[in-house]
């Protein structure tokens, strides 16, 4: 196996009794009419059962005499019609399906029906999963459907066909060959259908302008014509100086009469090829980035002259909230600049808003714009691909991050107004909302990387779907839909994803230190490796204490950006959550924890017994030999190999580094003392050649 089938793997069910209910109650798939969408849920039903039921299922329009799986919408098929009461389908929407045994004239039918076809298709990717994790169906009934209305794929690909932060090879959007299709445009439309993802914006938040013109619109037909028949809707990211790059105009500002004629021009342009066109994603004035602002304008009245020119077509425009002046600015920059704009934002624009406040670190509260734009649709941006949490060489299972963002209650409009509940629109009346994942696939073979990485991927299109999933739901479904059903599998890998972000962020950067990672300077190790010294404007450590005093009484306010109790927790010292703790407050490198010992002695303690983890995780990977196929099973012990040399890094870094600052000894590491230190080695009494690690500073020479 090498990876590509992702968790779309359709391997023979090996329980003979599980087998036999299988063929009875799934061997005979019907479908009656229905467009190109049920002609994919037919398709993948047809491949994905007769894998699993190891005997060729394919799709009939009639139910002979037995029982039979029949998938359908009402209106296109009279068996789905007799067998599910229409009434009963009523507020699925579009997308949402039934998947229920229904047994009538003495025959057992298994039926998965939507008002829609695109419901069929989520609703056959559901019925297959069942197989895959091996749930009976004799007694199936469930109702499904998506919390938001957006779950979209974002790929920082560029025309080059380079990735920016991507870790998985070049881009598979083949620039050169396009319009001319390849059979990976289809999987990889699968693959999103599979989550329930219905929307991809295929280039880079950074962007040139010219996907906006020929020969790219041929070429975007093309892949949109693919992605259609997944239900996926194409996007793309906008330049919003593209009036003047790609026409000479001499301006892009948003009140000229020639600009405000441009766009409406352009899209009439797209839509003339791509019918379906889904909109624009747009990072304005941010990392050197055109817009609005650059003329005197707000975010608002730029993202209302594009979202004005796609209106008729049903189009949308999602508005990054991702601007930042100034290091000093990130944390508070997006509230200062978007909240005056509440309410200013046209009805089909909707403003993307990263999970926390700096940029996708390991550790971050939840940004403090959810909740506060009651007026402005508003979705939350995640980042699957790896960027700051160890690329695709670390083991960073995402998905427990992403819950505790989406679970953390704003309180701004009354108790319960959880991010999960602002972004699902159920706080404020938004029409558009939900959720952007920035990608992790890339040209690799197997999609990701790491074989272990696309874990996050499955994870995110499925919280996409159905915020409520826990972490330990989704790690055990993905697991047994890509490395089988085998109880000892399904427990080791489920553990070492569940266990894996706390892991990283124990060796790399506890109780919310933050930024500590090398900037990015064209390098693969870019926001990789640690660099405690060229960060100092996030950790703020000095010979005194650590931390980032962001309390509205000492600090620099940050924490009034939040609800009153939110504000409160935070700027106690005593109360504030422990992993935040240095990103909120400045202490000594003495002040003492819950647990009675000092920062400074749980930040060398963490160090330490993370980077050991990942040793003893790589080991019982190791254990999985003859339950795990070969190839991935080296694949995935050679990342480990990786990771855990890298982590030693981190340790030894970080470790010399806060001792070197703090000169505060390691209560149980007397050698360590030595060597960072050696002018103090009389003071430790440690024996400097006993140490059993290197200790290297950031620029990786040795102290
Ligand atoms: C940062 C990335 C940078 C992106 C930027 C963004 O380092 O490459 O362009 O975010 O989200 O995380 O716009």
Redesign the pocket.
């Known amino acids: 196996e090498d990876g590509y089938d992702l968790w779309l793997r359709y391997p023979q069910v090996e329980d003979a009794g599980l087998l036999d209910r299988y063929r009875a109650a799934l061997g005979t798939l019907v479908r009656q009419g229905g467009g190109p969408l049920q002609r994919s849920a037919a398709d993948e039903l047809a491949r994905g059962l007769t894998g699993l039921l190891g005997t060729r299922v394919r799709p009939r329009t009639t139910a002979a005499a037995k029982s039979a799986l029949v998938v359908g919408t009402p209106t296109s098929s009279a068996l789905v019609r007799e067998l599910v009461d229409p009434a009963g389908l009523e507020g699925l929407g579009a997308e949402g399906y039934v998947i229920r045994a229904v047994r009538k004239h003495g025959r057992d039918h298994v039926v998965v029906a939507a008002l829609a076809d695109r419901g069929v298709l989520y609703g056959a990717f559901h019925l297959l999963r069942l197989v895959q994790t091996r749930q009976p169906v004799e007694h199936v009934d469930l109702t499904e459907f998506p919390a938001a209305p957006l779950r979209v794929a974002d790929h920082?690909d560029n025309p080059d066909g380079s990735i920016?932060?991507g870790y998985a090879g070049r881009s598979f959007f083949d620039w050169d060959e396009l319009p001319r299709l390849d059979d990976r445009y289809t999987d990889y439309a699968r693959a999103l259908a599979s989550l329930g993802i219905n929307g991809a914006v295929i280039n880079n938040?950074?962007t040139p302008a010219d996907y906006l013109a020929e020969p790219f619109l041929t070429k975007l037909a093309a892949l949109a014509g693919v992605l259609r028949r997944y239900g996926v809707t194409l996007y793309v990211t906008a330049n919003f100086a593209a009036p003047m790059v790609l026409d000479g105009l001499a301006t892009a500002d948003p009140f000229d009469a020639e600009v405000r004629a441009w766009w409406p021009r352009k899209a009439a342009e797209i839509y003339d090829r791509i019918e379906d066109f889904g909109g624009f994603l747009v990072?304005a004035n941010?990392?050197g980035r055109p817009g609005p602002l650059d003329y005197g304008r707000t975010h608002a009245d730029g993202a209302n002259l594009l979202a004005d020119a796609v209106r008729p077509y049903g189009g949308i425009v999602m508005w990054?909230a991702?601007v930042h002046d100034t290091d000093a600015g990130w944390d508070r920059q997006a509230y200062a600049d978007f909240t005056p704009l509440d309410g200013k934002f046209a009805a089909n624009a909707v403003v993307q808003i990263k999970n926390g406040p700096i940029?996708?670190q390991v550790r971050e509260p939840a940004h403090p714009l959810f909740g506060s734009l009651p007026r402005t649709n508003s979705m939350i941006e995640l980042q699957v691909t790896q960027?700051y949490t160890g690329h695709a060489t670390h083991l960073c299972y995402l998905v427990p991050q992403w819950k505790e963002v989406l679970d953390f209650d704003t309180l701004k409009a009354g108790e319960g107004s959880t991010v999960a509940r602002v972004v699902t629109g159920r706080v404020h009346a938004y029409t558009h909302h939900g959720f952007a994942g920035v990608m992790n696939f890339g040209d690799d073979r197997n999609w990701t990387g790491s074989h272990l990485a696309a874990a996050n991927t499955h994870g995110y299109g499925r919280l996409a779907w159905d915020p409520g999933l826990s972490a330990r739901e989704l790690a055990d479904e993905w697991t047994r839909m890509t490395f089988g059903n085998d109880p000892h599998v399904v427990a080791t890998v489920s553990a070492l994803l569940l266990d894996s972000w706390r892991t990283y962020e124990d060796y790399t950067s506890p109780l919310g230190t933050g930024y500590l990672t090398h900037p990015?300077d064209g390098s693969v190790t870019g926001?990789l490796d640690p660099s405690p010294t060229t960060t100092g404007q996030f950790h703020k450590s000095d010979r005194d204490g650590i931390g980032y005093d962001r309390t509205a009484t000492t600090g620099n306010g940050y924490t009034k950006l939040y609800a009153p109790a939110t504000q409160a927790l935070y700027d106690s010292l005593d109360d504030c959550p422990e992993e935040l703790l240095l990103f909120l407050h400045h202490v000594p490198y003495t002040h003492r924890l819950d647990n009675g010992r000092t920062v400074i002695q749980h930040i060398y303690d963490t160090h330490f017994s993370g980077a050991a983890r990942v040793t003893e995780m790589s080991g019982r990977w190791d254990g999985l030999r003859r339950l795990v196929d070969r190839r991935r099973l080296a694949e995935v012990h050679h990342r480990f190999a990786q990771q855990l040399t890298s982590a030693d890094q981190w340790r030894d870094t970080l470790v010399a580094y806060w001792f070197e600052l703090s000169r505060v000894l390691d209560e149980d590491r007397s050698w360590l003392q030595a060597v960072v230190a050696p002018a103090d080695t009389a003071l430790l009494g440690g024996e400097r050649n006993e140490l059993p690690v290197q200790v290297v500073n950031a620029t990786g020479s040795g102290l």
Do not use: G
């Open positions: 920082w920016e932060r938040v950074n990072k941010s990392e990054r991702f940029d996708f960027e990015p926001h």
